[in-house]
């Protein structure tokens, strides 16, 4: 019995990734060191559909919010930002010095090597709210 089900279940999450409305590329975290209790994530995110960007969580943080950081005169400012649109096949980059996820209250540090998990909500036209699972590794700096 536990042989027919493997299969079937790979088969399911293989069937939800591939029919996922959005493709992500580039993901990272960058490391958070002993006493650091947040850290960013990143990642480029294309859409198939038009959607919008509500959030994220992850079992490795008690918050996690979408932020935006921006020069305000001499000054490099960072807020939450809310939701964001995304267009189809427009890519949107969350990256360092721009919009990005901001994880606060991390559970335990991330460690160069070691990977989170995060899943991404999303709204499409009608209303419906999709999730997307990402496993993201941990880095000291965008891996090349």
């Not at 964001?84 to 996820?101: D, E, N, T, V, W």
């Not at 899943?119 to 699972?133: C, M, N, Q, W």
Request: glycine share 10%.
């Amino acid at each position: 019995m536990k042989k027919l089900l493997l299969p079937l279940l790979f088969a399911a999450c293989t069937a939800a990734q591939a029919a996922a409305p959005v493709k992500v590329d580039g993901a990272w975290a960058r490391v958070a060191v002993k006493g650091q209790d947040s850290s960013g994530a990143y990642m480029t995110l294309t859409a198939s559909e038009p959607l919008t960007l509500l959030g994220a969580e992850s079992p490795a943080a008690g918050i996690v919010e979408i932020h935006e950081m921006k020069m305000e005169g001499d000054v490099m400012k960072m807020r939450a930002a809310g939701e964001l649109p995304l267009a189809p096949g427009k890519p949107l980059k969350l990256a360092p010095g721009g919009f990005h996820f901001m994880l606060m209250d991390l559970k335990t540090p991330f460690t160069a090597g070691g990977h989170i998990n995060i899943t991404l909500r999303f709204k499409d036209a009608k209303g419906k709210i999709e999730t997307l699972p990402v496993t993201v590794p941990v880095s000291v700096s965008k891996p090349s």
